[in-house]
Structure formats: C-alpha cells, structure tokens
C-alpha cells in the first residue's frame, strides 16, 4: 500500500520488496543448481564413472522426454490449472508412430505432432470453452487416450520390424553433419529446443504472458480485458504437442509402441515442473527453471543405480531427496503463506 | 526443522553409501517387473544361490526392479552398464517384448552378456547378437498338457468326464501354447467333452462371472481346464458360493501361493510353478561362463541358445515334496551342468 504522507518511504518499500522477490527467486535457483552439483559430486565420489561420456549421454537421453513434458505442464501450471493426460497422450503417440511409419515413412511424425495439437486443444477447448474443471476434463481425456492406445494397439506392445528402423536410428546418432555432438543425444537437443521456444512464447507474447496473469489472479485478468480462454486453450495446446513429443521420445528410444508406456509420467511431470520452482497454485515460475527440477529427478534416479542403491531403499531414497530438495526450494518466510 | 530435513538428507546419502558398491566386483544384475512380486523376487534368490557358488567378495547382486515401466527399465540397465563397464552380467525379464531390442543394443554397445526370460519379439532371437547369450521361457504347450491330463485322471472315472475351458487372453503366446498342450491331451482322451470354451483375459474377476454363467447353466460338469492360477482362484470363488469346490476339479498354472495352498486345500486339482529359483540361477549361470570365457555365444549349440524350461507340477502328491524344497529352502542346483534347465529347444523360423 502507497503512504501519501511519506511517498519516498512507500516507493522505496515497494523496491525493497521487489528486490526481496528477486533475491528470493535467485536463492531458488541457486538451491536447485546447488542440489544437482552436489549430487553430481557424491555420486562421483562413489563412483567415477557416474560423470562418464556413456553415462551423461544416458542422463541426457533419460531427461528428454520429462523435459518435453515438464515444460508444457509448467505452462498448465502457470495457468492455476492441471493436465493429468500428459501421460496417456504421451502413450497413444509412441503407439501411433510406431504403426504409422509403415503406411507414412517419415509423415508418421507429423501425424504425431498433430495428434498432439488435436488432444491438447480438446483440453483447453473443454476447459475454457465449457468450463469443465481442468482436473475433471484432462482426467476424462486420460481415460479416453489411454482406451485409444490399447484400441489402436490392440491391447499388446509394438515392436518396430526391422525394416523400419531407419526412422529411429538418428536416435543414436553422435553427429549433426559435420558436428560432433559428443556425450549429447539428439533427443536433449529436440527437447531443449522444445524448452526454449515454450520459454519465449511465455515471455514474450501477450498470451504466454496472460498465462502467468491469470494464475495469479484470474478475475483481475479478467476485468483488464486479457485474452483468458485463448491464454488456456494455447497452453493446453501446447501441453499437448509436449506430451506427443514426449511420446515419440518414447517410441523411437524402445522402438516400440507400448500403449502404457507413458503412464507413469504424469506425476513425475508435474513433480519436475514443481522442484524447477513452478507453483502449483499457479501465476509463479520459470519455464527454463523446470530443466533444474527434471535435471534433479534424473539425477537420482540414474545415480541410485550407478552406485547400485539396494532396491528396496529406492523408493525411499528417492521420496527423501525429493522431499529435501523441494523443502530447500521453496520458500516458507512468507507471512502470507497458505500451505494446502 | 531445515536442519532436521539435512539430517534426512545425510542419513539417505549414509544409506546410499552403505549399499554402494566397492572395488571392482563383478555386478549381477537382475531386472524384473517388481520387488511385490514372489515369482519375480524368485529369480532374485535363484541369482543369489548362483551367486554362493563363486569365491567370496568376488560377485554381487543388483536389483533392477522396473515397477512395470518400460522406460525405466531400459534407463536402469543403461545407467548400471555406463557405471560398471564390463564387469556386469545380466538377467532381464523384460517388462514387454518390444524392450529387448533396446537392452540387446544397450548390452551389446557395452559388450555385456545377458539372458532373458518370457518375453521377446518375434524375429528378435539371440542369434542376432554376440552379448545375448540366451532366451528361456517355460514349455507352455507341456504345461497345458501336463495340467489337462492330472485333470482328467482326477474324475470319478479317470479320462472321462464333461470340462469347460478358461482360457487367458486370446492373442497371448503363452494362452496359445498351453491350448495347444490341451488339444494334444484332448486327442489322447476321446471320453473328455468340452461343453464351452471362454476366455477369462487373465482375470479372476471375468473368470468368476463367467463360472457362475457355466453354473447356471450346466449341471453335470466334471473340471474345469483353467489356463492361469489368477483365473483359477476366481473360479474357485465361484464354485465356493455354490458349494462345488473340491467337486468340480478345476487346474491352474504359475504356482503362486496362493494357488498352492488351494491344491492343499483340496479346491484345485494341479497348478505348474515356473521355478523362477531355476530360471534366474541357471540364466546368470550361462551369462557368467560366457563372461569368463568358459563358453562361447559363437559356438554354443542353437538349443542352449533358446530354449524352454520346465516347471514344477504341484498336485496333491507332489505338494509335500514342493513345500520342502521350494517353501521352507531355496532349491540347490548344479550350475556347471548347463544343460540342466533345458526342457526342449525352441523352433526359430
């Protein structure tokens, strides 16, 4: 609030607050990175070979697909909204470019691309448009892709025949030409790619912007006139193109359409977006942070098994470190705070 | 409280450290579907007992346990070769067929040996790479041979009687070999009838509803031939209800244990356990003497390369001696007699 009686005392607050949200956001950050480089570091104590070209080539390809998901999610999120199709999306599209190469060659991945426009957009249009709660409408459409998956499958998985594995061998490829990529799959270079576009998208326009206006205050929003139902349809959409994206990751890294492959991603997803500092409550977030919080998850996961973790104490290695990561990511100081 | 949760932080790093690996053992590694599952955790002991038979501090286990996501299986076994190099072998159940052609690609990039059970894709063989040292799966034709003759001799007037048949899912290799083993029983019993043939897709609920149907509407019937212990325990609910159990025979497969205390109970006539002991200890025992030279995958006889193994038929008779030697110890097994686990060569087209 302004003082009208000391108005330099008032600016200079403002500024201090604004200074404090920076500081804050950039702790944020650092704490992520930190978390990454110390794992980095112990699990390479334990065993070198952890940072080894053949390792950081698996952490990078492992990443790929949650990237590609994370991020459009981190966009739904943004919205104050859900997508829990991401996972079913990603299934029906490994399923259907492994069964379309055949009749298509390489349109399959348009085709693909396109599925993925067409399911998000469905998403948005059934949120915005008819007003169905995200969580209920992407939870219908969850079922409906997942059915869709197992119909076109025909309830089995899919091995690519051999004869078409000329679409899927760039999968493997350690050069763009003349350049050598080194330790770096194509697959991180697609989804990095993926990131950086959705990144400038939400930055720059005046819809990826709306997006982060409406999750903080919709009706404020709304009352200044912003482009609400064209703000979710697009992120929605574009939650789609990830998931199909993410799909295809999928299908070319197992040459195979496994119409339940995607099915555990959903929540790994949102969980990636949120230790990448994505607020659930939507309106706070950073689409480039999301690689910190899929960085992390990865991480853990591969170091688990590169220094041969005993199986049973995965799973709750794994719940502690996301807990103290996310714990150490977020920010609790705030007066205001509502902890749902 | 921020320091409480560093304190957890450490004490899963501690942890880590404990179970990490040292020095430069050889990794057995054994990726399954789910550390939940007691045919699965099977395989684990079967690598373990393998694994006594080794010098001391030479060789230890890793457990690769997917959670039924294929994704994670393949990141699991790529992470655990990057980390080791060669000095790792391998047994895989693969989560679903389709993922053998990326570990095959993956162990072969690393030069690892590896064998895996069940599940490969057709026209994917062991033949096509130098690291794959073999494919095993159960005799399904053997199995459904096996439980339809104990069936038939379990009536009042041993090979003549009416059965209903429950099949698994329609397109399943496994289903499709073990009809096969029915019809050869069927050929060799002329005074069995079958009255209706359904398929229960692996489901103790659908296999359930559709007993009640068979009860309502038939009333002479002798056994039922059931293709899975899962759809066995369903049919066995229904036969409860209507006080049938133990009348009407009925057979299952798997050896789950479940099942095997209905064949002690009386409620199932047979049910095969695939011994899974058998499957991982002779599967990391072939890896093993390819990884050391004592065979070859260049010169190994085609059947060692893929293969069937048999399981255990548990029937009244045999339950005892299953119980002592699978329940109450884990089975001891000669790992230098390779040839042990080898049923019958499969056909590669």
Known sequence: MSNPAHPDLAASGRVYAGERSRLRDNISRFVSLASIVALLILFTAMNPNFLGAPNIRNLLTDISPILAMSCGVALVLLLGSIDLSMGSIASCSAVMLTLLFGPLGWWAFAAVFLFGVFAGLL????????????????????????????????????????????????????????LPLGP????????????????????????????????????????????????????????????????????????????????????????????????????RGHILMVILGVGLITVIQNGMNVVAVDGFWQQIVFGLLVLAAIYMNSDRRRRDLVVK | MRKLFSAFLLAAFAATMLTAAAGEKLTIAVSIRSMSSEYHMQYVAGAEAFLKTLPPGTAEIQVLPCESNDDKQINDIKALLASRGKNVILFVDPNNAPNVTAIAEACEDAEVYWVNAWNTPEGITPFLYEYWVHHQSCDGVRQGYDIAVNLFNSFKTPGKGKILVMEGMLANTANADRMKGLRQALAEYPGIEVLDDQAGDWDTKKA?????????????????????????????QALKAKGLNGKVKATGVDGVMDAIDAVGAGDLVCTIANNGWMQGGYGVAYAYAAYTGKISTKTMPARERMFYTNGFLVNAETLPRYRKEFIENVPVYDYNNLEFPIARAMEVE
Request: with cysteine.
């Open chain 2, 208 to 236: 359930l509803n559709i007993t009640e149907t068979w009860l309502a509407r038939y009333n002479d019937i002798d056994g039922i031939w059931c293709a899975s212990d899962g759809m066995a325990l369903g049919i066995i």
């Open chain 1, 123 to 178: 998403n948005g249009v059934l949120h915005a448009k008819l007003k169905v709660p995200s969580f209920i409408a992407t939870l219908s459409t969850q079922s409906i892709w997942q059915s869709a998956a197992y119909i076109i499958s025909g309830g089995q998985p899919l091995t690519l025949v051999p004869g078409n594995w000329g679409y899927v061998n760039w999968v493997r490829a350690k050069s763009l030409g003349p």
């Open chain 1, 184 to 283: 770096v799959p194509p697959l991180f270079l697609i989804a990095l790619a993926v990131m950086i576009v959705y990144h400038i998208y939400q930055s720059r326009t005046g819809t990826g912007k709306t997006m982060m206006a409406l999750g903080a205050n919709e009706r404020a929003a709304r009352l200044i006139g912003l482009g609400i139902d064209q703000a979710k349809i697009v992120a929605f959409t574009l939650s789609g193109i990830g998931a199909a994206i993410a799909g295809v990751f999928f299908a070319v890294k197992l040459k195979s359409g496994i119409p339940t492959v995607g099915e555990q991603y959903n929540l790994i997803a949102i969980a990636s977006a949120a230790l990448g500092g994505v607020a659930l409550t939507g309106g």
